[in-house]
């Protein structure tokens, strides 16, 4: 009988880096509204817009992460990383976008 050898599952960066790339984009394009439409109803409806859209990106970068290691793809301290990541992601783009719904002009 020969012997087994088990493959070691790919070590990757992407999915945690993704998850924090996201909440930057948010960050950036809802300080940039902020900057540009200071104390206007636009800054704040571009604040809510980009929100709506990086919850939506977050999710799908979740779904993606799960199903990538369901299929073997991911080593286990990667995949909890990488959830760890989307966690932190997901309440930063929360609380990125809190001031535009406390402060309305």
């Known amino acids: ?12 960066w992407r999915p945690i880096v993704t998850a924090f790339a996201i909440w930057f984009v948010h ?16 800054a704040n409806a571009v604040a809510w817009g980009a929100t709506a859209i990086a919850l939506l990106a977050v999710a799908l970068h979740l779904a993606r992460v799960k199903a990538q290691h369901a299929m073997g793809g991911l080593s286990d301290w990667n995949y909890h990383f990488a959830l760890g990541a989307v966690a932190i992601a997901t309440v930063a ?13």
């Open 93 to 105: 783009v929360v609380f990125s976008a809190l001031p535009s719904f406390v402060f309305l002009p």
């Open 1 to 12: 009988m020969g012997r087994r050898v088990k493959a070691l599952k790919r070590l990757s």
């Open 27 to 42: 960050f950036m394009v809802s300080w940039s509204a902020s900057e540009i439409w200071a104390h206007q109803w636009t």
